[in-house]
């Protein structure tokens, strides 16, 4: 596998379900992202990790909370959501603070 | 405040035109612009970026051009091709909150007919 991957692609989940998002470079980069993207808005960065330290908090509600094993790995895990979360979440990683690189995304609805 | 935006959400061009993508931002702090073009189902791929000390960078047919003091940049293919159809996101880095921030615009569809 190269770049960045994640699993799953598609996820339905009802409010009080637990799931978790996982994503994976293969690019040898130390820092790693999670964005959300809603319809016909802009990219919303979530958190930043440097070195598996989370450099970044972008004001993200607790019901999602990330996990960073390594700078290989990055999870979100995701409990008791709301409808309006339903988006597409992408994970990115880099090397330098300039271009990333994405994922395909997980689609998410929360019936 | 949305510091980077993209006003017009769809553009359509024949094949061999050249397609103008734009974006406007407000941020003087922003030091650093890329492209990302994104198919569906796909994640954004990096296209193409520039940097505050150029004006214009060229890969091809993509070429950006950057305005400092208007703060806009554009986007520029030539001759767009069907393939070409995508979404394309303009992003920009730096700022106060800078380091490895990237700020982006709400994304252009470009549909280029046969």
């Known amino acids: 596998e190269t770049g960045v991957t994640q699993t799953p692609r598609h996820l339905v989940m009802g409010m009080t379900n637990k799931k978790s998002l996982k994503c994976e470079q293969h690019l040898g980069h130390n820092a790693m992202y999670w964005y959300k993207q809603s319809a016909k808005k802009p990219l919303e960065l979530m958190f930043v990790y440097n070195f598996k330290e989370q450099t970044e908090n972008n004001s993200v509600p607790s019901r999602f909370s990330p996990e960073c094993p390594n700078s290989s790995h990055l999870f979100l895990h995701l409990h008791t959501l709301q409808p309006e979360d339903s988006a597409l979440y992408l994970c990115a990683s880099s090397q330098d603070r300039v271009q990333q690189y994405f994922g395909p995304g997980t689609r998410l609805t929360v019936t | 405040d949305q510091q980077v935006k993209q006003n017009s959400p769809s553009l359509s061009v024949q094949e061999g035109r050249i397609s103008i993508l734009n974006c406007d931002y407000t941020n003087s702090m922003f030091d650093y612009f890329l492209w990302y073009k994104k198919y569906p189902a796909e994640g954004p791929t990096f296209l193409i970026s520039i940097s505050s000390i150029k004006d214009k960078n060229e890969d091809g047919r993509f070429t950006v051009f950057l305005n400092k003091s208007a703060k806009h940049l554009s986007l520029h293919i030539v001759p767009s091709q069907p393939g070409d159809s995508a979404v394309y996101f303009c992003?920009?880095?730096?700022?106060?909150?800078?380091?490895?921030?990237?700020?982006f615009g709400e994304g252009t569809q470009l549909t280029v007919n046969p």
């Open positions: 992003a920009a880095s730096g700022g106060v909150r800078g380091g490895s921030r990237l700020t």
